[in-house]
């Protein structure tokens, strides 16, 4: 399996890092650096690391890697690295040797240094700053982890091996790019020149047990009664909105909620990276397209939503809302595409408003507002926002009702809210997610669509 070529010179498809500072601007600094002894030690080991990597390039047959079992490939790794040590008079020992060879695996098979936290089913978020930094969430806290590239050069790699896989690239001309892993978690990567400290990205895993509204309920984010009106909602085919900030929940949300749809309905989705985790058998998935090297070619997602509708879809779920689709994702919700959701950047229910009033004039097409207020008011039904709080939880923090127009306004009610209560010895965000006391517009239709509706649950509770 390993054979001995000259791999091909030239700098990386990515392009070849910034070059490092001068050694004069260096020796000009006041204060000087000196690595600690365990520092050292780690720089010597992927000093080692690297070697063996090269090494194993060089070596390596990749035209058959696909053939070849796992297994089998651990054993020439594994050969190969004491092949290498022996030549460099180094020692390893057994359990430092297995490691580097699940890492140089790790290389071969998967996205290098990232495999282990990827592999970490308590982080949601790895985000690397550079190849030096890489940080991580936990229960919606952030920390900083001991895993880092060998050099940019190295990280640039992985990226590319991370968007050649969905079609896409990034290099000097497209510096940042939005792709997918295979099990869905969302990637955004950003290079020189506009990452003027070296490429960073951004990786959102996704739980490989996708979150129903019971884990939501169990996980605090809203109580069991407005769970179960959320489930009438969806049953009942209402157009639901999803609103939230940046790592708000909101695509969680929406996975949740599409559980509720009943199977024999045909599901089109339509999403910049697909990363939905809907569990119906009836779904088609449609993906947008970034313009070639040439510039042409770009499909967006205005092109699939106009799309969609001629592919007698039950139900459209826009994983988001960015532009001027959303004019059109309306005119669906008006036209007899009941059941259809999508989410929207925006801090506050009414913000959401606003904003969907903002991306549908960016059609270039003069509507007059009342005209452009009384779609969304008769398109949209309910607005769910969500929050991250300071705690780093994610919660709903209400269920708003769409009634109708007040003149030129968009009218709405709110029939769950979240009330805070303070906060706990650990920092806890105290609260609970309770009924208004007003009792939806919509109810008499829920119950004519055979929506079990318990009308005590939306009464007034004291906090």
Known sequence: MFRTFSRPSGASPLG?????????ANAARSVQVVPTPEEESLVRLLELKSRLHE?????????????VEPEELRREVSALVLQVLSEEGAVVRGEEHKKIVEELMDEVLGYG??????????????????????????HGVLERVPTRFRDEK?????IDKIVSRVGRRVDESQPWVDARLDDGSRVNAIIRPCSIDGPSMSIRKFSKKPYTMDRLVEAGSLSQQAAA?????VEARMNILISGGTGSGKTTMLNALSSFIDHRERIVTIEDA?????????????ETRPPNPSGGGAVHQRDLVKNALRMRPDRIIVGEVRGAETFDMLQAMNTGHDGSMTTVHANTARDALGRIEQMVTMTGIDFPMSAVRAQIASGLHFILQLN?????RRRTMSISEITGMEGNVISMQDIFVFRK?????????????????????????????????????FQHRAV
């Open 421 to 457: 209560r303070g906060r706990g010895e650990d920092g806890e965000v105290l609260g609970d997610f309770v009924p208004t006391g007003i009792r939806p517009r919509c109810a008499d239709q829920l119950l004519a669509a055979g929506v079990s509706l318990d009308l005590t649950a």
């Open 154 to 158: 190295h990280l640039l790699r992985i």
């Open 55 to 67: 090494a194993l390039l060089d070596r390596l047959n990749f035209s058959v890697i696909d053939k």
């Open 229 to 233: 009106f959320l489930q009438g909602l």
């Open 388 to 392: 991250r709080l300071a705690d780093g």
């Open 16 to 24: 070849d890092p910034a070059v490092e500072a001068p050694a004069a």
């Open 274 to 286: 697909a990363e939905l985790q809907l569990q119906q058998d009836h779904i088609v998935r449609l």
């Open 113 to 138: 240094p990232l495999e282990p936290l990827l592999a970490d089913p308590t982080i949601n978020d790895i985000l690397v700053n550079g190849h030096r930094h890489v940080y991580v969430e936990r």
